[in-house]
Structures are given as C-alpha cells and as structure tokens.
C-alpha cells in the first residue's frame, strides 16, 4: 500500500455509499488521530483501536436518513506531491462549512485549530 491514508478515506467513502454501519482497517497513529477530528467534528460516531499486535482501527460512520453525512473526503497532500502551507494560507473549504485537516509541528488539527495557533503545516485532507 503507497497512501495507507488514502486508502483510509476510500474505505470511509466506500462504506458511506454501501450504507454499511462501520468499517475496518490497519491502524497507525496518524489515522486514529484523524479518526478523532472526524468524531471531533461531528462526521462519525465513534472510532476503536481492538487487537494487541496486529491493532484495527474500526470507525462507525454516521448517516442522516439513507444518506451518509461525509459528502465528500480527499487527500490534498499525497506521497507524489507533498502541500504545505502557512498559517495564514490554509484553505476554506465551502467557506467555512467544510474541514481541512493540517498535519503541524505540534500534531494532526483542523485548519481552524491551526490558523488560531498560528501554525502552519502539510495539509492533509478535505472533508465536507
């Protein structure tokens, strides 16, 4: 696997589109810390780390009706082209509605989080 975090957001996306209640995949510390903005910031229920060695990150994911509240997730910065940014050149997404997630010099926060630090850092990804 190249981009396990890609493959992360296409797990959520897939299993959003199949109305399935959770789903599963290898776990890092990165991924749980995004798995914890997105409860954060209200587009999961809940997130696990299960297993002693082989740990499994397990994300419940949240729907509205037949409809999954994730609209829309994407990686911004990938392993082949590298984005990093300034305090103040972190993006709004959907002015405002959206979340960008920075990876900065003091861990994994939202793009609000890290303008009102002022922090800058590799963005990460999109959600909305």
Known sequence: MIDPIADMFTRIRNASKALLP????????????????????????????TGQTLKTLKIKIKYQGRKGVIEKIGRLSRPGLRRYVGAKDIPRILAGMGVVIVSTSK??????????????????????
């Not at 990165?30 to 999961?44: F, N, P, R």
């Not at 861990?107 to 909305?128: P, Y």
């Open 107 to 128: 861990g994994i926060m939202t793009g609000a989080d890290a303008k009102k630090n002022n922090l800058g850092g590799e963005l990460i990804c999109f959600i909305w």
């Open 22 to 49: 959770d789903v599963e995949m290898y776990h890092s510390k990165i991924k749980e810390s995004i798995a914890k903005i997105l409860k954060q910031e209200g587009y999961i229920t809940d997130w696990s780390v």
